[in-house]
């Protein structure tokens, strides 16, 4: 069985660094950005949109039914998001056939929790994430740390609603991963080469 | 200023054995079942009682009361406790003060945290708690796995009710710690050598 590694992160902890680090140091391949790409290819749709709804938990376009008015419908939004996770799992799976690798998001550590994954989640606390967005450029319009601070929350706060709708289970919640570590004070590099050691004395 | 690790741990999560182990390797005083003796001699109270104070929240020996009817009487139970966890705090400052060390346990994270403490949480899930708790024979008595997974989470909920009554903190919430570790299928020899990297990394 190859061995997977799962990366679960809040927006600004430094997850991406670190998984691209880690699957250096280890020589695994390395999955982030290329699921939606692969995603896209495969539904026909752009990568813009499958990251837009890959980014929300599915929100109805009917209102609330009563009774049973509207079960039989059928509700593109639903639909368009159910096709995309179908892909996504499928994707997930075959990367996971493939060979050693390191997933970033995407609910990985629940799609391919058969394969017995190593689950890592990161975390910081909100003045070290915004100092992580402002030196990664990530905000190039001027925001006050304010508003920064409202944008990291909100993005937080959507993959949270995302993970426990396909999941239900609670995003962050420690006993569904291996090892969380809080990155406000962290060296990522240093940091990295320490988890690749514990990463071998766990697996 | 000294380097100071705090361990909080789940019962029967390997929390005892890790904190030596890494006291050990970077060659730290180690202080767990010291700190209880060490309030016994300063409070001329057995060590039992103290232990027994320390394991739970303070409960009030009236009844609640109604208006200021019983605002100003002292009341034992409570002046007991809060003298003991008085002698804590000023026990776990001298240790701090004194050297580097690791102490488990007992609210250092949130006593000592003007002392910047590198703060480790370990947990695991319960069928890896029995187990641990059945290898170190903790419990001579001939236990069912139930009756055993009920007093583990018995231990755990005392622990947790303790630590919020004193620092207003949930328990094992990862913020307020710098690495959370699941030690479900963990060796913890090969787990803390790779900590004591880990420590170096963030501190």
Known sequence: MNKIITISREFGSGGREFGRRLSENLGFAYYDQEIVQEIAKRTELSEKYV????????????????????????????????????????????????????????????????????????????????????????????????????????????????????????WGDRIHYDLCINTTQTNIKRMTAAVTRLFAAQS
């Open 51 to 170: 990251q837009q709804v890959m980014s929300h938990r599915p929100i109805s376009s009917f209102p609330i039914h009563i009774g049973r008015s509207f079960r039989m419908m059928a509700d593109p939004n639903m639909d368009q998001s159910q096709n995309i996770f179908r892909e996504q799992c499928s994707i997930l799976r075959e990367m996971a056939a493939k060979s050693d690798c390191v997933i970033v998001g995407r609910c990985a550590d629940y799609i391919l929790q058969e394969e017995n994954p190593f689950r890592v989640f990161l975390y910081a606390d909100m003045p070290s994430k915004v100092k992580r967005c402002r030196e990664k450029n990530y905000e190039k319009e001027e925001l006050t740390d304010r508003e920064l601070e409202r944008r990291i929350a909100a993005v937080n706060r959507r993959r949270a609603e995302y993970y426990e709708y396909y999941t239900g289970q609670r």
